[in-house]
């Protein structure tokens, strides 16, 4: 006898490997993958030889901070160069203009789950000056999109830990609130002090058994020595795969020997490496970074905020941009940009049950495309997204579903 | 009495300067642009207050050599390290297995169409090997989409001038065949005489009264120096606004003082940057030539060749990348990214009538945006497209209309 409710079969999927598969869902997973040409039962889902893959992962974001969808802000830049706390300034004056909130982090949300993205890692700015307002808020907006997309927070002191009396606390109280990860910005250049910076977070990561993921936008032989105390304290700590430096544009723009020695301690240490191939300076090498066995994965990283214009919520397209700032033109190096936003990025996040395989989540996304390779090339826009197995999203557009009742707002 | 046999009219559409208006085409062109408000006349068309731009100018794309719509062909890097006579050799290897190219290059303008592009400038192999094979074929398709966009075509050495013995020859042929301009390649690093080069080149143009826009990869002061004998025959010959240069990359990474020097030599001359802000190396600074009074415009460059897999025909998600590889955030710099595949493009390419203005051709484009900023971030896909003031593509896909009887293959 079948005790299982929800079994729904999907024919003629054309998987990564160019295998034309059935797939079976029940219950949210895959029960089953054949190869395509058995009798299509009734009911059953017709993928018309689309290229079906696993739900991209979007690594990196800020729910909390964007205008997508709201009024347009056009960006101001700081008045005597580029200046981390002036930035800052001149986004909480945007934000107090700002729709709600919990209302611009869902358009947020529906922007990347309707381009295929269902499991997310979202900073979360804490300060002494908003204190834990954000993280409440984006803590309410995960729970009401919980069935539709999976969210790590990382408590992000945004204005500084040592900069920002009372930060340390806030850090502390977001992570027993709810957030994933506790993290980090430029420890030398903003608070003046690498040690006492990771302290407070690695202090935090051990006593809440929290991951870590640290913003380093330190360049050259700053950003090394960093990266050098973020590798040391990781393997002290035994937190292989629970730490990530987010940008760690220093990688971009040292020696080849220093890149070799520096990817060797990172693999080591099993920290992993975020970027969004950023236009106009040095970012990560990635060929070079996975060569040595470091987990590279990618995000979005800001979406229409007071940072810059940019971001579309789509990794499909961020695996593009990857690609073509890294120089790939060979199938497997094609494929490389597309593991940044798939499979690294699962393992960077340690998200259990993601793939296309028996026993994992049946969260994929549905394209017109003959192989991954040309996905990352063509960036086909018409695609339809399904959450354990339910079509959530179709052509840019996320289905009405039944949310989770909204959190009275404070 | 009113003579006009074909006029139609539009209301509500979102102009650049923020003006709604309703636009009547007259015989193709716009006869008239009023502020919206009026009673829509029966027939009219809504657009529904979408951004309303001038159709986007492909400024530089090789139509015979894409296999956009065909087999996929992996990419195969060069045995030891980049050489382009070796690429030609691939090229040359890939293009005997593709589809027929009059299909081929079918299949890259429809997408280029789809997109909004309805005035392109595609280079045309010349060399001993395929002769004038190319340029026939490529001025047939031209002549056959002749009603759906407009067609300027250079002449292109692929294999050097000097290199490849008959070529001069072919070139001057190929220009009476009905080719617009001459072009040119690497006189320096492939051809190794910058003189002789140049000679047949401004030689043709002159005899025949073509224009220049020659293919230069040459880095530093090398391709400086190539820039300069450029523009100084530019000048002595008079051909202000005739003469463009393709990549040019030795101008961006050449000193703020060379660049300020080779800026105001090119706009003395008037000649034209082409470029296609490429991902992984240095290209010439937009906003600084720009400044310096120097036309840049904008192009795909290839689309799924031998050269690279990358390319999607998308003038405006172009403008999007040269505003991400160049860190434009403010409005006037995304409006400046615009610029490139629009205005910019018109004049380097010459181009009458271009725009939305009384008397201008009604070749435009629909789209969902608030303003040409937002555009450029959001680079919408859901886009309706018109020539001469009918709708020739919408959401990408080219409308079957009446095309020109196709030229016997020979």
Not at 11 to 34: E, Q
Not at 188 to 201: E, M, T, Y
Not at 252 to 268: Q, R, W
Request: hydrophobic fraction near 45%.
């Amino acid at each position: 006898m079948d005790c299982i409710v929800n079994r729904t079969h999907f024919f003629n999927a054309r998987l990564a490997d160019d295998m034309l598969a059935d797939l079976t869902v029940a219950d949210g997973h895959f029960s089953a993958i054949v190869p395509a040409g058995g009798t299509a039962s009734p009911g059953a889902i017709d993928l018309a030889g689309q290229l079906v893959l696993p739900a991209f992962v979007e690594g990196h974001i800020h729910l909390d901070t964007s205008f997508y969808g709201d009024a347009w802000r056009p960006h101001i830049p700081c008045t005597d160069g580029f200046d981390v706390r002036e930035r800052v300034a001149f986004q909480m004056r945007n934000l107090t203009l700002a729709a709600p909130m919990a209302e611009r982090a869902k358009n947020q949300l529906e922007l990347c789950v309707g381009h295929g993205s269902l499991a997310m890692r979202s900073h979360v700015m804490v300060d002494a000056a908003v204190g834990l307002k954000h993280v409440e808020c984006i803590l309410g907006v995960r729970e009401r999109y919980r069935d539709l997309i999976d969210i790590q927070l990382v408590a992000f002191p945004q204005s500084g830990i040592l900069s920002s009396p009372g930060t340390a606390e806030l850090l502390d109280e977001a992570l027993k609130l709810g957030c994933d990860l506790v993290g980090g910005l430029d420890p030398a250049s903003f608070d003046r002090d690498v040690n006492g910076h990771l302290d407070v977070v690695f202090g935090l990561a051990e006593k809440c058994g929290a991951g870590v993921d640290i913003h380093l936008h330190d360049a050259g032989t700053l950003g090394l020595f960093e990266i050098e105390e973020i590798a040391a304290r990781t393997k002290a700590l035994g937190m292989a795969g629970k730490v990530a430096i987010s940008h760690a544009y220093a990688l971009g723009d040292i020696s080849a020997d220093a890149l070799a020695k520096a990817g060797e301690m990172l693999a080591v240490a099993g920290v992993s490496i975020m970027t969004n191939a950023p236009g106009n300076h040095a970012f990560p090498p990635v060929a070079a970074l996975r060569k040595a066995g470091v987990t590279v994965f990618a995000g979005s990283d800001n979406i229409r905020d007071s940072w810059w214009p940019y971001g579309d919520g789509d990794m499909l397209n961020r695996a593009n941009m990857i690609g073509y700032r890294s120089g790939f033109y060979e199938d497997w190096e094609l494929d490389t940009a597309y593991e940044l936003v798939s499979n690294a990025g699962a393992k960077a996040l340690g998200l259990e049950g993601y793939g296309i395989a028996v026993g994992a989540k049946a969260d994929f996304v549905a394209l017109e495309a003959r192989h991954v390779p040309e996905a990352v090339v063509a960036v086909p826009k018409h695609r339809a997204v399904y959450r354990a197995g339910r079509e959530v999203a179709r052509g840019g557009e996320v289905r009405p579903i039944g949310l989770r009742p909204a959190v009275p707002a404070n």
